[in-house]
């Protein structure tokens, strides 16, 4: 299967430097009868997916990877950073009718609480409010710090870390959603700052990209 769709003279090109190569551009235009400049754009295509490597004054060489081979190399590099949305989170003091109002205002499946400090204290999910609005409790008197998971028992990830490997995360945790988060050291403590949301749905996104070969 070959996942970049290559047009018929790209396939051509690729033929004459698996046959040929290393071979210079000059030569590959000379067989094809066209100019450089007219290939220069195919041949920029085959490199930037990886089928072909340049060498300064050596030419093009034929790297020898299948298009599944460098679909998983490409699909390795992703980062949670090309892909996380934004986060929404609440005060640890807010009450559990807040925060059933702003997961219904922002649209989204996983709140995370931050304390006074702007730090991570907490996670809300659906279920957990659900749970909450399952008692007699009066909903607007009972703090979020109460029913939400805790520090330390949060799955996180970083922006620069591997989108494949967020996936594994919640995969392996069982949970919708991880906040992004940036260290940060107060007294020799490390501390999180939220700066990203990650969920089911970036992944399905990316998906959808790699599927249309829309990403990078
Ligand atoms: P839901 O409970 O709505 O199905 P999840 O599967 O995401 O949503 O959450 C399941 C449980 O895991 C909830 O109690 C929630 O507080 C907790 N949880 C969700 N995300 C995280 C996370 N990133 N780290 C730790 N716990 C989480």
Same mark, same amino acid.
Request: contains cysteine; neutral net charge; proline residues 3%.
């Given at each position: ?70 679909? +998983? #190399? ?18 640890? %003091? ?15 499946? +996983? ?6 400090? %702007? ?9 957990? !409010? ?9 909903? #607007?008197?009972?703090?979020? %710090? ?52 990650? +969920? ?11 599927? !249309?070969?829309?990403?990078?």
């Amino acid at each position: 299967m070959m996942i970049i769709e290559l047009n018929q003279r790209q396939e051509t090109i690729l033929q004459i430097v698996k046959d040929n190569g290393p071979i210079t551009g000059e030569q590959i235009a000379e067989k094809l009868s066209l100019t450089r400049a007219t290939l220069r754009p195919d041949l920029a295509i085959l490199s930037m997916a990886g089928f072909l490597d340049a060498r300064p004054r050596v030419g093009y060489f034929y790297t020898g990877k299948t298009g599944a081979q460098l679909l +998983t #190399e490409r699909v390795k590099k992703l980062t949670v950073k090309q892909y996380q949305s934004v986060p929404v989170v609440v005060n640890e %003091s807010a009450s559990v009718y807040d925060a059933i109002c702003t997961i219904y205002l922002e649209d989204v499946g +996983t709140l995370f609480v931050i304390n006074g400090d %702007s730090h991570l204290v907490g996670v809300l999910s659906r279920k957990d !409010l659900l749970r909450a609005s399952m008692g007699k409790q009066n909903l #607007e008197s009972v703090p979020v %710090s109460i029913i939400m998971t805790r520090m330390p028992n949060i799955t996180m990830c970083h922006e620069g870390d591997l989108l494949f490997e967020a996936a594994n995360k919640l995969i392996n945790k069982q949970i919708d959603g991880l906040p992004v988060v940036r260290d940060v050291e107060i007294n020799g403590n490390i501390k999180y700052e939220v700066i990203g949301r990650i +969920t089911k749905t970036n992944m399905t996104k990316a998906l959808v990209q790699i599927a !249309l070969d829309d990403f990078h």
